[in-house]
């Protein structure tokens, strides 16, 4: 039976970060797969979580099921963290969370369950967006469009991207970056948000915000201003959010699918819903790292303490950003280098072509997206030089 399969390609970001790995050369900078992290390239356990982390350990009397959606004391923390500022919400029990694998698990459950409450419905993501999008929307079967966002090399165009949302059928599902737009780093403006949210309610259109970088664009409360905003004016939309970088917890695969509902008992149905689909795919979620989240956001000294280091994470980003862009000045070529000026989170797309990104990796051993996306949090003051001569060199600036 296999050996009819036609032959198919591996994840490309996770091959590039095997590659990585295996490179010997000393010199080898990694720009690729979106990890936080630090000035020596590594990514260290966060201090809150591995306290919170042997807390548990040493208090664990059992490793039991939980129900298919996950711990309730990490569903009610999540609503709680994205939905403080707006608490009447929760009390109304207008908001409630299941837990998944991951954000990327909270994608394919929304995904499933949009699917299967309307069949018919297409999905819109951003052009250029997170290739999973793509691939997990099309998987369930539903008609993946797109709308524009970046053009290559430039900047955000937002009149056309309006322009063509006010375009999708109504009805059909919108994901939107909540912030640390993934691989542009061009995130909305208030303003820009308040616009497509009057385009959404126009075309009564079902918004999926995916938020997958809290915290790491500008701050816990800045990254969630379309969350509150839409929460304000809408009567239902979905939100996935994922622990992997917040937290540091990537391969721990904590995540959380929120709904807003219009009332109490649409809430409910819908979560119980999700948990069935939940069931018949993961039975229940993997509860480590859920409960290390919940021990953080229940505790006050260690929710004080994760709150700082993401802030310090999120503040080395904004300096990488600033040392790329000055290296590149001083080296001449800081158009290339544009788009990292005004761009925000882990990400921004630099202006080469696939052949310039695997003559990088080839010759020069700086590893990057095929797209040109480059993590900013690899870049530090030791390499930045090398970084910008070795792409200036490539694209003969
Ligand atoms: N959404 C976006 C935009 C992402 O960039 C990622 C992670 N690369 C995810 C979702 C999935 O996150 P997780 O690793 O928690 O599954």
């Known amino acids: 039976m296999f050996e009819s399969l036609e032959m198919t390609h591996p994840d490309p970001i996770l091959t590039l970060s095997e590659h990585f790995m295996s490179d010997t050369n000393p010199r080898k900078i990694d720009l690729g797969i979106g990890l936080y992290k630090d000035k020596n390239g590594n990514t260290p356990v966060m201090e809150s979580v591995r306290i919170a982390e042997s807390s548990i350990v040493d208090r664990a009397v059992d490793k039991v099921y939980k129900g298919s959606s996950g711990l309730d004391g990490f569903c009610d923390v999540i609503s709680w963290l994205l939905f ?9 029990g207008r908001v409630l969370s299941i837990q998944t694998i ?9 995904a499933e369950f949009l699917k299967q409450i309307n069949p018919k419905k297409g999905v819109w993501v951003s052009d250029p967006t997170w290739g999973n999008h793509i691939d997990i929307f099309s998987h369930v079967g539903m008609q993946v469009s797109y709308y524009p966002y970046q053009e290559i090399g430039g900047d955000l165009n937002f009149p056309v991207m309006l322009e063509s949302i006010r375009k999708i059928p109504e009805g059909d599902v919108v994901v939107l970056h909540g912030c640390g737009h993934n691989p542009t780093g061009f995130d909305l403006s208030k303003y820009q948000w308040g616009a497509v949210l009057e385009v959404v309610k126009e075309r009564g259109l079902f918004p999926v915000i995916d938020m997958a970088y809290h915290g ?20 239902e939309m979905l939100v996935a959010y994922s622990c992997s970088k ?20 649409s ?11 939940a069931r018949v795919s993961i039975s229940s979620p993997a509860i480590h790292g859920a409960l290390i989240v919940s021990e953080i956001l229940s505790s006050p000294d260690l929710k004080r303490m994760w709150v700082g280091e993401l802030n ?6 904004k300096a990488a950003r600033k040392v790329l862009i ?10 290339t280098f544009r788009n990292v000026c005004s761009g925000v989170g882990l990400f921004s797309l630099i202006p080469v072509g696939r052949e310039d990104v695997g003559m990088l990796r080839e010759v020069f ?11 900013l949090s690899g870049v530090n003051n030791n390499n930045v030089g090398y970084v910008v001569s070795s792409i200036k060199t490539l694209l003969g600036k």
């Open 267 to 277: 809430c409910v149905k819908a979560k119980l819903h999700l948990a069935r689909l």
């Open 246 to 265: 917040s937290f540091g917890l990537y391969r721990d695969r904590v995540g959380a699918l929120v709904v807003l509902g219009k009332s109490r008992d």
């Open 216 to 235: 790491l664009a500008n701050d816990l409360c800045d990254d969630v201003y379309c969350v509150e905003l839409f929460s304000d004016h809408l009567d």
């Open 102 to 110: 991951g954000g990327t698990g909270a994608i394919r459950l929304a």
């Open 84 to 92: 403080r500022a707006r608490s009447n919400l929760i009390e109304y």
């Open 312 to 317: 310090l994470m999120s503040i080395k980003i």
């Open 365 to 375: 051993c700086i590893y990057m997206l095929d797209s040109g996306r480059i993590n």
């Open 326 to 335: 000055n290296e590149a000045r001083m080296q001449g070529c800081d158009d």
